[in-house]
């Protein structure tokens, strides 16, 4: 996953943000909102290993086929450190991310890449949606929470690559920018409708976001966030040589 472009400067943190997990636990709702949280989080690195060693396959180059094999395996470590702490807090990893199983696959399901080209774009821009909704989320957490949060969406290399191969690949035959276009306007809105849903089906999570725990999301705040989200996305569009 890459380095977010609507980073802004650090703010001092209050309330939730300014704890530590063994304070901010003691809140039974805000507990079990961030194991819902982590659970979310990890399943969706175990997918995406799971999922760029399958695009691996579709690689046109052994070069392009180790460079997939090293991005991958660096999400399965971001994987094994989720569920290392999912551990450490007393809760059951695979019971935490299984009330997400589901709706990921569905996503990767219906987004199923269909080239090489589609696979790199689906992991640059669907990654990168889901990576900035997670950081505007990490900033509302406590300080343990939200460090390892912040690590495991480090950029794995991927956004640098797919940029480089997908604008070449425009280059050498424009016709393909108008495809890859739809395409990625397609994972933008499906991005955004998976995590809606996922969010919606777990009220300890749900209540977090919208303020009800921590120092969630007015709705206001909730309708900037989108516009972040959305303004980072043109900006990757922009890098891919993509109109949005």
Known sequence: METPDNATAAEEPTGIAAQDWATASAEPQ????????????AYGELAAFERLAEDAKLAPTLADKAELAKMASAEFHHFEQLRDRLAAVDAEPTAAMEPFAKAL?????????????????????????????????????????????????????????????VRAAIEADPRVGGRLALWARRLMGEALSQAQR??????????????????????????????????AHTKRMAALGLAA
């Open 105 to 165: 696959d569905d996503f990767h399901r219906q987004t199923a890449p269909s080239d090489w080209l589609e696979g790199l774009v689906k992991a640059y821009v669907g990654d990168s949606i889901a990576s900035d909704f997670y950081r505007e989320v990490a900033a509302r957490l406590d300080s343990d929470t939200r460090a390892l949060v912040l690590s495991v969406l480090d950029d794995t290399g991927h956004g640098n690559f797919a940029v480089e191969k």
């Open 30 to 41: 805000y507990r079990a909102a961030v194991v819902d949280l982590l659970g979310a989080l």
């Open 198 to 231: 996922v969010v919606a089906e777990r009220d300890a999570l749900s209540t977090m976001l919208v303020g009800g725990v921590a120092d969630g999301f007015d709705l206001a705040e909730v309708g900037r966030m989108f516009s972040r989200i959305t303004e």
